[in-house]
Protein backbone atom coordinates (compact mmCIF):
# COMPACT_ATOMS: atom_id res chain seq x y z
CA UNK A 1 0.00 0.00 0.00
CA UNK A 2 1.38 3.69 -0.97
CA UNK A 3 -0.06 6.63 0.56
CA UNK A 4 1.14 10.47 0.13
CA UNK A 5 0.07 12.77 3.03
CA UNK A 6 1.25 15.03 6.07
CA UNK A 7 2.78 12.94 9.02
CA UNK A 8 1.35 13.77 12.16
CA UNK A 9 1.90 12.57 16.19
CA UNK A 10 0.64 8.56 16.31
CA UNK A 11 -2.60 8.13 18.04
CA UNK A 12 -2.32 5.72 21.11
CA UNK A 13 -4.35 3.42 22.92
CA UNK A 14 -3.63 2.11 26.64
CA UNK A 15 -3.25 -1.63 25.51
CA UNK A 16 -1.34 -4.82 27.12
CA UNK A 17 1.24 -3.51 24.81
CA UNK A 18 0.38 0.10 23.69
CA UNK A 19 -1.82 0.14 20.14
CA UNK A 20 -0.19 2.46 18.05
CA UNK A 21 -2.01 4.11 15.15
CA UNK A 22 -0.93 5.91 12.13
CA UNK A 23 -3.74 8.24 11.17
CA UNK A 24 -2.48 9.39 7.60
CA UNK A 25 -4.87 11.30 5.54
CA UNK A 26 -8.60 9.30 5.70
CA UNK A 27 -6.56 6.40 6.24
CA UNK A 28 -5.54 4.87 9.89
CA UNK A 29 -3.48 1.96 10.24
CA UNK A 30 -2.75 -0.01 13.42
CA UNK A 31 0.84 -0.09 13.32
CA UNK A 32 1.36 -2.88 15.66
CA UNK A 33 0.52 -5.06 12.97
CA UNK A 34 3.08 -4.21 10.66
CA UNK A 35 5.82 -5.34 12.88
CA UNK A 36 8.50 -6.88 11.62
CA UNK A 37 7.57 -6.01 8.11
CA UNK A 38 9.40 -3.22 5.81
CA UNK A 39 7.88 0.60 6.35
CA UNK A 40 9.10 3.33 3.52
CA UNK A 41 9.01 6.98 4.01
CA UNK A 42 9.57 8.91 1.07
CA UNK A 43 10.10 12.96 1.20
CA UNK A 44 9.90 15.31 -1.35
CA UNK A 45 11.02 18.65 0.15
CA UNK A 46 7.85 19.72 1.40
CA UNK A 47 6.32 20.51 4.76
CA UNK A 48 2.86 21.57 6.28
CA UNK A 49 2.47 24.28 8.81
CA UNK A 50 -0.54 24.20 11.36
CA UNK A 51 -1.16 27.49 9.31
CA UNK A 52 -1.92 25.37 6.07
CA UNK A 53 0.64 26.86 4.40
CA UNK A 54 2.99 24.48 2.27
CA UNK A 55 7.17 25.53 2.66
CA UNK A 56 10.03 23.94 1.65
CA UNK A 57 11.19 23.58 4.80
CA UNK A 58 9.74 25.04 8.66
CA UNK A 59 11.54 28.06 10.45
CA UNK A 60 11.52 26.16 13.95
CA UNK A 61 10.46 22.79 15.08
CA UNK A 62 7.30 22.28 12.78
CA UNK A 63 6.33 25.76 12.64
CA UNK A 64 6.43 28.36 10.08
CA UNK A 65 8.34 31.94 10.90
CA UNK A 66 4.55 34.01 11.52
CA UNK A 67 3.55 30.28 13.93
CA UNK A 68 5.95 30.10 15.55
CA UNK A 69 6.43 34.06 17.12
CA UNK A 70 2.31 34.39 17.01
CA UNK A 71 0.75 31.06 17.53
CA UNK A 72 -0.37 30.32 21.35
CA UNK A 73 0.66 27.15 19.92
CA UNK A 74 4.18 28.24 19.89
CA UNK A 75 3.98 30.37 23.08
CA UNK A 76 6.51 29.68 26.16
CA UNK A 77 3.75 28.73 28.36
CA UNK A 78 3.89 25.36 25.97
CA UNK A 79 6.98 24.75 27.27
CA UNK A 80 7.42 26.50 30.63
CA UNK A 81 4.13 25.88 32.15
CA UNK A 82 4.73 28.65 35.13
CA UNK A 83 4.80 30.64 32.76
CA UNK A 84 1.03 30.19 31.95
CA UNK A 85 -0.98 33.74 32.42
CA UNK A 86 -4.33 32.70 31.46
CA UNK A 87 -5.93 32.57 35.31
CA UNK A 88 -4.88 35.71 35.75
CA UNK A 89 -7.22 36.88 32.72
CA UNK A 90 -4.05 38.29 30.70
CA UNK A 91 -3.37 37.39 27.15
CA UNK A 92 -0.15 36.12 25.94
CA UNK A 93 -1.32 35.47 21.86
CA UNK A 94 -4.42 34.21 22.54
CA UNK A 95 -6.57 34.34 25.56
CA UNK A 96 -9.57 32.40 24.67
CA UNK A 97 -7.54 29.49 22.86
CA UNK A 98 -5.03 29.99 26.25
CA UNK A 99 -8.04 30.02 28.54
CA UNK A 100 -9.31 26.59 26.68
CA UNK A 101 -5.94 25.25 26.91
CA UNK A 102 -4.36 26.48 30.69
CA UNK A 103 -8.09 26.58 32.56
CA UNK A 104 -8.36 23.26 32.94
CA UNK A 105 -7.61 20.57 35.61
CA UNK A 106 -4.06 19.55 35.39
CA UNK A 107 -1.91 17.04 37.19
CA UNK A 108 1.62 16.99 37.78
CA UNK A 109 3.28 13.54 37.99
CA UNK A 110 6.24 11.00 38.36
CA UNK A 111 7.33 9.24 35.64
CA UNK A 112 10.37 6.52 34.87
CA UNK A 113 10.99 6.44 31.19
CA UNK A 114 15.07 6.50 31.42
CA UNK A 115 15.11 7.59 35.03
CA UNK A 116 12.86 9.34 37.75
CA UNK A 117 11.39 12.65 36.01
CA UNK A 118 8.69 15.02 36.65
CA UNK A 119 6.64 16.28 34.41
CA UNK A 120 3.09 18.50 34.01
CA UNK A 121 -0.09 17.79 31.66
CA UNK A 122 -3.75 17.55 31.39
CA UNK A 123 -5.81 15.62 33.33
CA UNK A 124 -8.02 14.54 30.24
CA UNK A 125 -5.18 12.45 28.56
CA UNK A 126 -2.10 11.59 30.72
CA UNK A 127 -1.55 8.35 29.98
CA UNK A 128 -1.85 9.49 26.82
CA UNK A 129 1.57 11.84 27.82
CA UNK A 130 3.45 9.11 29.50
CA UNK A 131 3.23 7.08 26.36
CA UNK A 132 4.17 9.81 23.89
CA UNK A 133 7.45 9.82 26.49
CA UNK A 134 8.19 6.32 26.84
CA UNK A 135 7.41 6.29 30.03
CA UNK A 136 8.02 2.55 31.81
CA UNK A 137 5.43 3.48 34.42
CA UNK A 138 3.91 6.40 36.08
CA UNK A 139 1.94 7.95 39.57
CA UNK A 140 -0.06 11.47 39.55
CA UNK A 141 1.83 13.53 42.35
CA UNK A 142 -0.55 16.54 42.21
CA UNK A 143 -3.71 17.55 40.71
CA UNK A 144 -4.45 21.16 40.00
CA UNK A 145 -7.04 23.52 38.61
CA UNK A 146 -5.40 25.24 35.95
CA UNK A 147 -1.54 24.57 34.06
CA UNK A 148 0.10 27.56 36.26
CA UNK A 149 -0.13 26.05 39.36
CA UNK A 150 0.92 22.60 37.89
CA UNK A 151 4.05 24.11 36.68
CA UNK A 152 4.58 26.09 39.52
CA UNK A 153 4.83 23.18 41.76
CA UNK A 154 7.36 21.13 39.06
CA UNK A 155 9.10 24.44 38.95
CA UNK A 156 9.43 24.16 42.21
CA UNK A 157 10.57 20.24 42.36
CA UNK A 158 13.01 20.95 39.70
CA UNK A 159 14.97 24.21 41.15
CA UNK A 160 14.80 23.30 44.57
CA UNK A 161 14.96 19.63 44.39
CA UNK A 162 16.71 18.79 41.98
CA UNK A 163 13.82 16.79 40.45
CA UNK A 164 14.74 16.32 36.44
CA UNK A 165 12.58 17.30 34.03
CA UNK A 166 13.92 15.42 31.03
CA UNK A 167 14.13 12.05 29.33
CA UNK A 168 17.44 10.79 28.24
CA UNK A 169 15.90 9.54 25.04
CA UNK A 170 18.70 7.31 24.02
CA UNK A 171 18.16 5.01 26.68
CA UNK A 172 14.71 5.35 26.47
CA UNK A 173 14.71 3.54 23.21
CA UNK A 174 17.66 1.13 24.45
CA UNK A 175 15.66 0.31 27.34
CA UNK A 176 18.28 1.18 29.85
CA UNK A 177 15.56 2.52 32.55
CA UNK A 178 16.88 2.87 36.30
CA UNK A 179 14.57 1.36 38.80
CA UNK A 180 13.08 3.66 41.34
CA UNK A 181 10.09 3.05 44.06
CA UNK A 182 7.64 5.26 42.83
CA UNK A 183 5.26 5.90 45.98
CA UNK A 184 8.29 6.20 47.52
CA UNK A 185 9.58 8.87 45.73
CA UNK A 186 6.24 10.61 45.96
CA UNK A 187 6.11 10.18 49.80
CA UNK A 188 9.86 12.17 49.88
CA UNK A 189 8.55 14.76 47.74
CA UNK A 190 6.08 15.71 49.66
CA UNK A 191 7.93 16.70 52.53
CA UNK A 192 9.33 19.66 49.78
CA UNK A 193 5.68 21.01 48.94
CA UNK A 194 5.99 25.00 50.22
CA UNK A 195 1.83 24.92 52.51
CA UNK A 196 0.47 26.76 49.43
CA UNK A 197 1.04 23.48 47.80
CA UNK A 198 0.19 20.77 49.63
CA UNK A 199 -3.75 21.15 48.43
CA UNK A 200 -2.83 20.15 45.66
CA UNK A 201 -1.19 16.53 46.69
CA UNK A 202 -2.91 13.50 45.20
CA UNK A 203 -3.66 11.00 47.99
CA UNK A 204 -4.14 7.88 45.37
CA UNK A 205 -1.41 5.90 45.09
CA UNK A 206 -2.04 4.03 41.60
CA UNK A 207 1.23 2.92 39.78
CA UNK A 208 0.47 2.61 36.11
CA UNK A 209 2.95 0.10 34.05
CA UNK A 210 3.53 0.31 30.56
CA UNK A 211 4.33 -2.30 28.26
CA UNK A 212 5.51 -1.15 24.35
CA UNK A 213 4.96 -3.33 20.78
CA UNK A 214 8.90 -4.04 20.67
CA UNK A 215 10.43 -6.89 18.97
CA UNK A 216 13.99 -6.10 19.64
CA UNK A 217 15.71 -2.63 21.55
CA UNK A 218 18.38 -0.79 19.60
CA UNK A 219 21.93 -1.28 20.93
CA UNK A 220 23.36 1.59 19.27
CA UNK A 221 20.86 4.34 18.64
CA UNK A 222 20.96 5.75 15.11
CA UNK A 223 18.63 8.63 14.56
CA UNK A 224 16.79 9.02 11.09
CA UNK A 225 16.04 12.17 9.72
CA UNK A 226 14.43 13.21 6.68
CA UNK A 227 15.93 16.38 6.21
CA UNK A 228 19.36 14.76 5.98
CA UNK A 229 18.31 11.50 4.36
CA UNK A 230 15.01 11.88 2.24
CA UNK A 231 14.13 8.42 1.82
CA UNK A 232 14.04 5.57 5.02
CA UNK A 233 13.09 1.99 4.45
CA UNK A 234 13.49 -0.12 7.14
CA UNK A 235 11.85 -3.65 8.89
CA UNK A 236 9.96 -2.24 11.93
CA UNK A 237 10.95 -4.03 15.02
CA UNK A 238 8.97 -1.79 17.90
CA UNK A 239 7.28 1.06 18.73
CA UNK A 240 8.33 2.98 22.07
CA UNK A 241 7.47 6.52 22.65
CA UNK A 242 6.83 8.75 19.61
CA UNK A 243 9.58 7.04 17.58
CA UNK A 244 10.03 4.04 15.19
CA UNK A 245 12.43 1.49 15.86
CA UNK A 246 14.03 0.30 12.45
CA UNK A 247 16.79 -2.41 11.79
CA UNK A 248 20.60 -1.77 12.47
CA UNK A 249 19.62 0.15 15.33
CA UNK A 250 17.70 2.88 13.67
CA UNK A 251 15.17 5.11 15.15
CA UNK A 252 12.56 7.24 13.39
CA UNK A 253 10.85 10.08 15.53
CA UNK A 254 7.62 10.80 13.84
CA UNK A 255 6.50 13.69 16.26
CA UNK A 256 10.12 15.37 14.99
CA UNK A 257 8.54 14.65 11.64
CA UNK A 258 5.14 16.26 12.00
CA UNK A 259 3.93 18.36 9.62
CA UNK A 260 6.54 16.33 6.83
CA UNK A 261 4.56 15.52 3.51
CA UNK A 262 5.66 12.26 2.79
CA UNK A 263 4.82 9.04 0.86
CA UNK A 264 3.98 5.99 3.21
CA UNK A 265 4.47 2.30 1.95
CA UNK A 266 3.53 -0.10 4.13
Known amino acids: MKFNNTISKMKVKFNNPVDYFF ?9 NDYLNKTIKFSWHNKVKCICGK ?3 EFYRQSFCYNCYWN ?3 ASPSIFKPELSKAH ?22 LSISSGLKVGVT ?9 IDQGAQKAVILAKTPNRYLAGKIEYHLKKNHNVPDRTNWRKMLQNQVSEHDLLNEKEVLKKCFS ?10 NKVIKIKYPVLKFPLKVKSLSLSKTPFVEGRLLGIKGQYLLLDEDRVFNVRKHEGFIVDLEL
Request: with cysteine; charged share 35%; net charge negative.
Open 23 to 31: DFGENSFLL
Open 54 to 56: IFK
Open 71 to 73: SPQ
Open 88 to 109: LGEEDRDLEWEKKYQLQNHVVY
Open 122 to 130: RESDFITRW
Open 195 to 204: QDMLEYFCKE
